[in-house]
């Protein structure tokens, strides 16, 4: 059924399905949201509101020699004659037009806060004035000139432009980013004097490949600078295809701050990137321990960018530094490319650069054309009025005598025959074009005739009129030939683009490359430890799990001060470089690296802070991680088994579960083992002992593990291994260390009871 068809009420309203109503309102939608607000023109690079930005300050006339006016008055403007949406957001994207860390070229000269790299908003557009840009001016060249169509603005009252003449290819100079309805946009700046050879190549060649012109384009030119480390044959095919990606780093270099010491400098960090937020992830960094090796982030900016990264020691590695950066902050980015433009003002299509360029070119020739067109008409319009003038000059009696005496000179002078004495005057003066009209002015004519001043009458404006002609006359000669040749009409499109390029090139101010290429490089993984200065330390952690590092092997038995209410738990010798392994009675293990511990000069920070150890955990053992170890681990319930060391290192702040337990239990041992020893001991809460051989206890990574010994109430107590053949020391209750050689009594299978331990065993049940 057609619309015709469908039943009307008596209003004379139509009904229609809901589901027709809502697709075609949406497609409505969508194709507006497409043309007029999300997607650049590929023939001037702009958005409508950027398009009625530029051409609403100059029809206030802000060049970018005249003086300034207040950014509400311009906004003001643009939503009453143009744009009738929020000024608040015409405000923002003229803002955008004025930030040079935003826009590679920019449009709008701005005076006052308009926001800065660090995130901060631009000022209210009350206290914040503006003008064009000299690239503002080059696109908007040649609107009084009939170059571009015109269509009335949206309440009709008013004409605007559809597209800006452009005078250099804006929409890859400046780049362009949108989404709309199912389709989206990204495209990066550009240099334009590489964009500008690249289009003068194409003139040249217009059937050249896309890989060509990537010898004139190299990539991607950000305002902010950096270094694009994305690989040449990645980028030919984003550039061949319009979709892809560009990795771009920051820039830096090593300052040397002598005595060995150093410092890494940022002075260009990636596009679009906040640096406010960029030193909050530094920091962040810093805080959590994910690169260890990186000690201090300062921002000392002010007009230029200068990070400083101070390394934790000397013989860290600063490309193996940067490199770590690079993965874990904003350092490194990845730009997208999607060039997805109005081709023809109307239809979206995914461009390749050839096609962009392509569509930008062709759009300057029309341009030329209407220019060329609107010229020469202008010059058909004055010669015909210099043709009337010489006729009065030559005739200048008559003319006068006319003017004098008749009711409507006017018509007289238009019903005057002047051809026979006008043609014989102007053989004797080697002219030869004839007056218009078989001898009789046109309306032109002898208006102007009439409207000529009585100073013009002299003879010396008789000569000028004659140069004038002449002058006019070559001139129409030049665009007559330029309007029938096709070779002609490029020729004057690649002496402006050069024009431009002088203007805007490599050699004028600011025109140079700012983003470097280079190659991004795999950084060799280099152990921490190897970047660390290796120092002596000694290692105090007390009872309610306070951490710190004092400098080098201090005697463990001195005293040490704590909080209040604590006391000392652990204290052991130790380096920068070690792992410290904490045992956590859940039966995790948790890893820190020694380098990152508290100097002695404070209490300490807790254990809690530095690893995701839970509030309820308590530390069973702390110690350094020898690699080629093995450990006794043991709960309560007295289950256990042998773990190497290798296996309960952590590489995440979560620790890593080794010896599972269940509830009611918990982790009660954890002993290395050491070289030699072949029998394990264990003594219950019962303070019953079991000896029995290290061999019948399994090797595992992680686990409940098997019984150690049985218990008729209560648990482990604790577990330690040693060699039978040198017997089990213990220290009594007094402070001597006794020795028990003949073990034959406690010597039994294992998960059996055992026997009660002898006499003088300490009374807390620990072998130490």
């Not at 939608?29 to 300050?57: E, F, N």
């Not at 694009?228 to 771009?248: C, D, Q």
């Not at 596009?271 to 920091?283: D, G, H, M, N, T």
């Not at 051989?693 to 109430?713: C, H, I, N, T, W």
């Amino acid at each position: 059924m057609s619309e015709q068809d469908e039943p009307e009420d008596e209003s004379g309203h139509v009904a229609e399905p809901l589901s027709r109503a809502i697709g075609a309102r949406y497609l409505q939608y969508a194709l507006s949201t497409i043309m007029h607000r999300a997607l650049p023109d590929a023939r001037d690079g702009l958005k409508p509101v950027h398009r009625r930005i530029l051409y609403a300050m100059r029809e206030l006339r802000l060049s970018s020699t005249g003086g300034f006016r207040k950014s509400a008055k311009i906004s003001g403007d643009v939503m009453g004659n143009y744009h009738p949406h929020g000024n608040q957001a015409i405000y923002d994207a003229m803002a955008r037009l004025a930030q040079d860390f935003t826009i590679r070229y920019p449009l709008v000269d701005g005076q006052g806060n308009f926001g800065n790299i660090d995130g901060d908003n631009p000022a209210a557009e009350r206290y914040t004035e503006a003008r064009l840009t000299a690239a503002a001016e080059a696109l908007l060249e040649g609107l009084a000139e009939d170059a571009v169509d015109f269509r009335d603005n949206y309440d009709g009252t008013l004409r605007e432009p559809e597209v800006l003449p452009a005078a250099y290819p804006n929409l890859l100079a400046n780049g362009s980013s949108g989404i709309a309805v199912g389709m989206a946009t990204n495209i990066p700046p550009h240099n334009i004097d590489e964009l500008i050879e690249a289009c003068l190549h194409l003139i040249r060649t217009p059937d050249a490949r896309d890989d060509t012109l990537l010898n004139y384009v190299k990539g991607p030119d950000f305002p902010t600078g950096g270094v694009i480390v994305e690989p040449a044959e990645s980028m030919a095919e984003t550039y061949r295809t319009g979709r892809g990606a560009f990795r771009l780093r920051a820039k830096w270099e090593t300052e040397d701050l002598g005595r060995g010491q150093w410092q890494i400098v940022v002075t260009e960090i990636p596009y679009q990137v906040q640096k406010s937020k960029l030193i909050e992830r530094l920091a962040e960094l810093i805080q959590l321990k994910k690169v260890p090796i990186l000690a201090d982030v300062r921002d000392e900016s002010a007009e230029d960018i200068r990070i400083v990264l101070e390394p934790r020691a000397r013989t860290v590695d600063a490309e193996v530094l940067m490199g770590m950066l690079f993965r874990n902050s904003d350092l490194e980015t990845r730009f997208s490319l999607n060039m997805n433009v109005l081709i023809d003002g109307r239809t979206p299509k995914v461009c390749s650069l050839k096609e962009v360029l392509r569509a930008f070119l062709d759009h300057r020739r029309d341009v030329l054309i209407r220019r060329s067109q609107h010229r020469m008409d202008k010059i058909d319009h004055r010669l015909e009025v210099l043709e009337g003038l010489m006729i009065a000059f030559l005739n200048l009696d008559r003319v006068i005598d006319i003017i004098r005496y008749d009711d409507d000179p006017k018509a007289a002078l238009m019903r005057e025959d002047w051809g026979r004495d006008f043609v014989r005057a102007m053989s004797e003066k080697d002219y030869v074009s004839p007056p218009p009209g078989e001898g009789e002015l046109t309306d032109l004519q002898a208006e102007s005739i009439l409207n000529m001043r009585l100073r013009s009458l002299r003879r010396l404006e008789e000569m000028e009129l004659r140069r004038e002609q002449d002058a006019l006359m070559a001139e129409r000669e030049e665009l007559d030939d330029l309007l029938e040749n096709e070779s002609v009409q490029w020729a004057k499109i690649s002496d402006e683009l050069k024009d431009v390029r002088k203007k805007f090139g490599k050699s004028a101010p600011g025109g140079a490359r700012r983003t470097t290429f280079a190659e991004a490089g795999e950084v060799q993984e280099v152990p921490i430890e190897a970047m660390i200065e290796r120092e002596p330390i000694t290692v105090v952690c007390s009872v309610m799990g306070w951490i710190r590092a004092l400098k080098g092997h201090n005697d463990l038995a001195a005293e040490v001060k704590f909080r209040d209410g604590d006391g000392p738990r652990f204290a052991f010798h130790a380096e920068t470089t070690d792992k410290i392994l904490a045992f956590g009675n859940n039966g995790r293990f948790y890893t820190i690296s020694a380098t990152n511990l508290p100097g002695g000069r404070g209490m300490g920070e807790p254990v809690r802070l530095m690893v995701d150890m839970p509030n309820e955990v308590e530390i069973v053992e702390l110690f350094v991680h020898r690699p080629d170890r093995k450990l006794l681990v043991a709960s309560s319930a007295g289950d256990g088994f042998v773990v190497p060391e290798t296996d309960v290192a952590a590489q995440t702040r979560a620790g890593k579960q080794v010896l599972n337990v269940r509830d009611g239990t918990a982790a009660r041992v954890c002993r290395p083992i050491e070289e030699g020893d072949d029998h394990v001991a264990c003594i219950g809460e019962n303070r019953k002992l079991l000896v029995f051989a290290l061999d019948d206890l399994p090797e595992m990574s992680r686990g409940k593990g098997v019984r150690l010994q049985k218990f008729k109430d209560g648990g482990l107590s604790d577990a330690r291994t040693f060699r039978l053949d040198a017997g089990l020391s213990w220290q009594d209750p007094a402070g001597r260390t006794r020795t028990e050689t003949d073990l034959t009594e406690w010597t039994g299978n294992r998960a059996s009871a055992g026997r009660m331990a002898p006499r003088g065993f300490p009374r807390d049940n620990r072998f130490t």
